[in-house]
């Protein structure tokens, strides 16, 4: 807003200005148009920086890469840390377990991720709790790139049942680097 009053007040001093004599009213319009047009880019730009900033912040960011489950009592957030995993590298997921109902994060709980392919050949591994609160942590390292059937099991504690979401999903492994080379 203050913009655009110092852009009024600076047409009123050229109109006033083109009243003054010839000599020093011409260089005094000549600079309030100079000044005009510096308050017009800067307008421009800042109008301009306020519309990317509004289209980054209410833009679609980055997709989502991880893969959402629930249970009765539970939902998951399933992350692994590199998409789409490769095989032959350890993958690295994390694991955020809430209670369905509260929404509370579940701590010191008891799970695994596993996956399957086409062929039979299953791996899996159990899932380390922390730091983060009700975030668990575990590696996989797919032998074959393809297609893979995973999902996960969790339980609260020991005195309960392993629960498991509806449903493998589905998670397509690319094909890793040569064991002992450094490029994919």
């Not at 893969?67 to 998951?76: G, L, S």
């Not at 992350?79 to 994390?94: F, G, K, M, N, T």
Request: with cysteine; proline share 6%; hydrophobic share 40%.
């Amino acid at each position: 807003m203050k913009l655009i009053g110092l852009a009024r007040d600076l047409a009123a001093v050229n109109s006033q200005l083109s009243a003054d004599s010839y000599r020093t009213g011409r260089a005094a319009r000549a600079l309030a148009r100079a000044l005009a047009r510096a308050l017009a880019r800067a307008l421009a730009r800042a109008l301009a920086c306020a519309l990317l900033g509004f289209a980054a912040a209410c833009g679609p960011s980055l997709p989502p890469t991880d893969m959402r489950a629930w249970t009765d009592d539970f939902e998951f957030r399933i992350a692994p840390d590199i998409v789409p995993p490769r095989a032959l590298e350890q993958i690295h997921y994390s694991i955020t377990v809430r209670d369905k109902k509260t929404h509370e994060p579940i701590a010191n709980g008891q799970g695994r991720i596993f996956a399957t392919n086409a062929d039979g050949h299953s791996i899996y591994d159990g899932f380390t709790y922390g730091p983060e609160v009700g975030v668990y942590h575990a590696t996989l390292l797919f032998a074959t790139a393809g297609d893979w059937a995973m999902n996960v099991q969790f339980r609260r504690d020991s005195t309960k049942a392993l629960q498991r979401p509806d449903g493998d999903w589905r998670q397509t492994v690319d094909v890793g680097s040569e064991p002992g080379s450094s490029k994919p």
